[in-house]
Structures are given as structure tokens and as C-alpha cells.
């Protein structure tokens, strides 16, 4: 399935955001570390994360977009320091990602872990920065932090590695257990861009919950999605070897529920995500959409 | 040289907040994550960022200490994540830190690099939770960000890698290059701990300038003692493996300058931080003896 347009336009917005960013970066006291930074942000992508706020922003009504575009760029900056640690010989052992070498393959190892640990910062960065009330820049910056922290996205990582030890050891990984690490991994980062652009948007409290909720939804049809994928799509399609997660004895929801119950589940939260959108009225029905498109790239 | 009563003072009310901090998270979704992150934070060691952060505060006229803690574990927390990835077999590949196993050895290295980025992650988000004005919230944490990330201590460190291949290729490394390592890798968060105290104290001008100035001499103080103590202390008094910098072909003030010369700029950055405490009145006193401190130690 293609991308929906928006999603397109919202990405090329955010390329050239990425792009103008880094540039007026380049005072960087070694330049190095602003290329390995720069390769693996700029590697292309969808820009899920990113299109989720802008058009949850939308969405909510706002119309300023350019002023809510450093937490967009925060976002992919987070994402895209996990990929880079995820694909490290410690870790995942990647050669690939979305068809080019690994930031570690392309550079080194140690410039790899420094490179994603400065797009942490410039994460945080780019939000303080914000020109928006400085109440809310803390709310935002503050639950980005859990987001992405030990209550969050490294606690869902460290679960993650814990199921494939059980799982390498002969033991039975249980559903929860996979729900419980795709909530942190994946998750909690997708349920903060749709409250993030909410937010920014000054959201009522009826818009704000339907937000909230379809972020949700979305944070695990997402994973649904993607283990479906590692499963069906050829290493082509996917720009990276497929078939890796069973390679890896990687706990996912195909492997524990297999093919055809993960289907359901995912046409689950596919209807959840589209329930919630409901408060937004006509002004959802990009999300619903992207719901859509999140869960069919999958199939 | 035995550490200042006031430091230790600080130091044991960091450790008592460190470990009432830690244990509020321990809903943590897993549990080795958060062990590893508490092991490195409670390795020991004198504290001296946040030493430097609260006695800033306290000279420019701040008495709620507590009030201001959280910035002073997040600055630890910045420090303990570097002192981790700098440990890696692929950056330092130190096997102790302070007389105990280093992370990486102690748990693994996709654990160590994982607790390292919650320790990033956690350190906004104590400083995003303050109770204090949230312009002051905000303009806190897009220093620290500038501070570790690319443009600051992240830099340096890749500057630092980028001498240690000059010098193992042969190349000359010059002294400004050094300085400007430095200034990147351990000037920049020093710097930040003392401007942080004065901006949390309401400092005035006169008191604010004063602490900036007095931060950045102290940020360089701080190498080049720790350069010199290298050569010159025993493994017992280091905990750590003496004379790696030259086994490493580090690009140090000691193996530019000689030991000699080394000790006069020791004495001239000490000079320009005293000199810097003296708008602060009798309220400077203890961090003139905090330079004094930081330069003997290395003698």
C-alpha cells in the first residue's frame, strides 16, 4: 500500500526541516560526528512518528506549522538514536537499515554510540527551544523524557532482550509479556507524538483524550504490523533481512499468536484506533486513514 | 589533598537523593535496567559537579536546597551515562571505574549502553520536573542539552578520538587542540553546573558573571589536574589503571607541555578562578577552596 499523501507532504516538510537544522549546525566542534548524525537522520523513512504529531496537531486545529516543527524533528531525532543503538554488534548486529549501511557499518562503532548520544541531546534541545509557552515546552519535554527513558522506550528495549534470552533458553514467552515490551519500545513514543500535537494545538479536553487514545491503538498496531511484515514481506520491501526477528528468536506477536490471530488482532486495533478518532469529527479522517496505512504496509 | 568538609557535605546529601530518587522509580519496568543505571550512579566518587552546581547556589544567596537537588543529580546523571559509553570496549574499553568493575563488565554492554541512554533521558526529566518558574526550566534545560550534546560534551568527546588517531598516526597534536578538547568534553557541563546554581539563586549580574567566569576557569583546571595526575599518582589512588592516557596516545596537557608547565597553567587557571570569586564576597570562600581542591588533588 502507498503512503496517503499527506503523510508524503507532511515528510517532505519534515526532510527539509531535518535538513536546514543540521545546517545551521555546522558550526559543530567535529565535523564527523555532525556526518554520522546526519547520514542516519536523513537515511529517508516515512516519518511515521513525525507525520502522527503534525497531523494530530491538525487535526486538533492548529495551523501553525512550522512553529510545532522542532518537536516533530525531536521525535524522529530520538527515533533514529535508538535505531542506531539497536543496530549495534551488541545489540541487534545490523549491517542494513532501510537498504544502506548502519551508522556503525558506514562510520565506527564508537562514533555510532556518540552520534545517537548527541541526537538525544539535540532532541531535548530542539524542544526547550520552542517558541511556544514555556508551561508547556516543560509538560512536553518532561513526558518526551518518560517516553523515551527508563519508563519508556529503553525499558521497553531491555524487556525486549530479556524475551529473547527466555526465548533462547527454551522458555515460553507469554503475549503479555510481547505487549508489555512493544507498550515501552514502541509505544509510549507513538502515544507521545499524538498527545505532543494535541497539545500544541491547545487541544480541548474531548479532543485531547481522543488523541490520547488513538496513539494508543496505534503504538501497538504499529508492532502488530511490523511482525506481520518481518514475516510476509521480501528483504526488498523491507530494506533490511527479513525474516530476522525468527532468525533472532525474537518474542513477537506472529511467532506467539501466528499469522492469522495477528492479523486479527491488528484488524483489532485497527477498529479501536478508528473509534477513537470519532470525537475529531471530519478533521480525522487523516488519522483514520494513516490507521489504515499504518496496518496494510503490513500485509 | 583531602576533599573540603562542605564538599563532602553536598556529596553525602547528592548520595541521599540519588537513592531516594532511584528508588521512586523502581515501578521500572525492568528491573537489571534500573540496577545498572543505579550501580554506575552510586559508584561513589566526590561529586564534584553537583558539588560545584549547589555551592554556586548557595554563594549567589540560594538557601532551598532541596528545591535545587534534582539539577544537581541530573548534572550526575549526564556525567555517569558519559563515564559508561567512554567505557566501552570500542571507546576506552576500561574494565574498572573507580576500584569496581566498570558497567559493561558488571552487567553487559547492550545493558550498559541502554542504562547510559536512560541516564540521558533521566537527567532531562529531572530538571523538566522542578519545581521552579518554567522559563528558568526551560532555559536550564536547553543548556544542558547545548551543554552535553553535540556542540558540547558529545564534541569533545569525538574531538578527543580524532587527537588519540593523530597521535597514534604520527601527527603532532597541538596544544590549542587540546584546549579545545577539553573545553568540549569536560569544560562545557563544569561550566553549566556553575552558571545552573547562580540562574537557580536569581543571582545578579555582578554574581552571575562571576560564577560563569569562575566555572569556565574551573573547566579547565579540572584537565589539566586531571592530566597530571595521571603521571604522577598510583592505580590505588586513581582506581583506575595509571598511566593509560600515554598508553593510549591520549593528546594530554602533560604530554604537550611537559609536567613542569603543566603545573603553571594549573596555577594560572586556579589563579583566574580565584580571581573570578571575587564579587562573591565572603560567600565565595568555599568555591575558592573548591579550585584549590580540584588543582591539588593532582599534585
Redesign the interface.
Known sequence: MKAPDFLASHASHVEAALSSMLKT?Q????D???DA?SYSLLAGGKRVRPGLLLESYRACGGNEVQRVMPAALAIECIHT??LI?DD?P??DDDDLRRGNPTCHKKF????A??A???L???A??LV??MDVD??L??KL??S???A?????M??????D??AEHDAASGKHVELLQVE?IHL?KTGALLHWCCEAGALLAAADEKQLDACSRYGKAVGLLFQVADDILDVTASSDVLGKSAGKDAEQLKATYVSILGLQRSRELADEMRDIALDACQPLGDEGVQLKALAHYILERGQ
Chains 1, 2 share one sequence.
Open positions: 549546525r558550526c559543530v566542534v567535529a564527523v560526528l555532525l548524525m538514536y535508538s543503538h549495534l551488541c545489540m565506527d562503532e564508537a562514533t554510540i556518540l545517537a548520544d548527541a538525544q541531546a539535540l531535548f534541545e526547550a527551544d514555556s508551561d515546552r516543560c519535554l518532561h518526551l523524557a518518560l523515551s527513558g527508563c519508563q519508556g529503553v525499558g521497553g528495549q531491555v524487556l532482550m530479556q508489555r515501552h
